[in-house]
């Protein structure tokens, strides 16, 4: 065992002091060949420092082995000395055979910066340098994808002949590509073909996304089946499993994957919500308020869930409880103007009618081109003898339907008084 096989393993024994003296030797008398080596595994094994100190004795032999100035600035990135690097990379001419790796890692720390113009320019760069190499196309790729400029990136994935790069499928990223890009038919052969590589969560979960946006429902909610099955704790499947049943018009199945979710994930609103509807769908109105309010008293300031439940509510004249959902989604901070109505109806149901009367008055001024409200606002006018303000809410219903008879009997009505 030689004396760097020796320090190898004192590193990886954890006797540090043992391993240092080592390295102290080896920077002081070892050959050139074995401070080369000794500085490739140091920094492999997380001791960059002493790999740069080990480069900078080698690079004042060798000045111009360009490799040596790569090496030590790729050592000084891995310890977050960007400036050191960048100086370091500045000087490879772009003769050099390593220009095209300089400008890799120039790109990658300009990109670590948020300056992703210039990484752009010197991955360009690196592209011109050398063509062929599919590191620098992948790089582009990668890089363009990120941006969403994905027609970019297909460009430089569909140079690639490697099926899989740094454990990337290039089939799936393409997929990623044109799915994004809204060509979900193209998109849609690619995830074919990652899956044929591996069936993981992730790729099933976007071809199963990627066939819903196509309008492939069924195929959909297949990848979304074998997803849950996969993984049952892949929450985000369960809604859209349950929209692909309700879009080919199968209630059953669709509540099913609903209530699955959130048994699966018993805080998602959405999914709370979405079982409601469901379940209104399938005229379970029980059901869909359980659910319904299951999802406000998660959030107590869900408007959609508490809009739905109210007009369950109201339908099944329970109006304290609708002005108990209404009064708990204000005390959270929201609104809507739609509670004004509500309010209005439930007050009406109550028998209170001057509470009623201020609401409708009040929602009068968001709906006063509402056929459905002014019909509620006539016909509450005209119980509760207000003749001349019913006359004026018919008359204007009117000019929306002439051939409604109701509404015209009631003006010939009211018009004779």
Known sequence: ?????????????????????????????????????????????????????????????????????????????????????????????????????????????????????????????????????????????????QQGRFLEAIRFYKMLSEPEIAGVLISKRLGECYSAGGSFEEALSYYEEALEHERDAETLFQYGFTAYQAGHHITAAEMFEELIELDPEYHSAYKLLAHAYE??????????????????????????????????????????????????????????????????????EKPDECLEIIHTVRESGEDDPQFLWDAAKAYELREDFSEAAEEYKKAYVVYNDHSDFLEDYGKFLLEEGRHKEALEIYLKLSKKDPANEEWQLNIEHLSQE
Do not use: C, W
Not at 265 to 292: C, M, V
């Open 1 to 145: 065992m030689n004396e760097l096989q020796k320090m190898i393993e004192y590193l990886h024994a954890g006797s540090l002091e043992d391993a240092m003296q080592i390295f102290h030797d080896l920077k002081r008398s070892g050959s050139d060949e074995e401070k080369y080596e000794a500085a490739e595994a140091l920094y492999s094994l997380g001791f960059q420092e002493k790999s740069i100190e080990l480069y900078e004795d080698l690079l004042e032999l060798y000045p111009e082995e360009t490799e040596l100035v790569i090496l030590k600035a790729e050592a000084h990135a891995e310890i977050d000395q960007i400036e050191e690097a960048m100086v370091l990379l500045e000087q490879i001419n772009h003769s050099s055979e390593f220009y095209a790796r300089a400008m890799l890692l120039s790109a990658d720390l300009y990109h670590m910066q948020g300056l992703h113009e210039v990484s752009e320019q010197k991955l360009l760069q690196a592209y011109e340098a050398d063509k062929k190499e599919e590191v620098i196309q992948f790089a582009l790729a990668e890089f363009y994808i």
């Open 247 to 316: 879009h080919e018009e199968d209630i059953v199945k669709a509540l099913e994957a609903a209530e699955k979710g959130v048994k699966s994930d018993p805080f998602n609103k959405e999914l709370f919500l979405t079982a409601g509807k469901l379940s209104l769908k399938s005229g379970d109105e029980l059901n869909a308020e359980q659910h319904l309010r299951q999802a406000i008293a998660i959030d107590p300031d869900y408007l959609e869930a508490a809009l739905i439940l109210n007009k369950i509510l109201l339908r099944q």
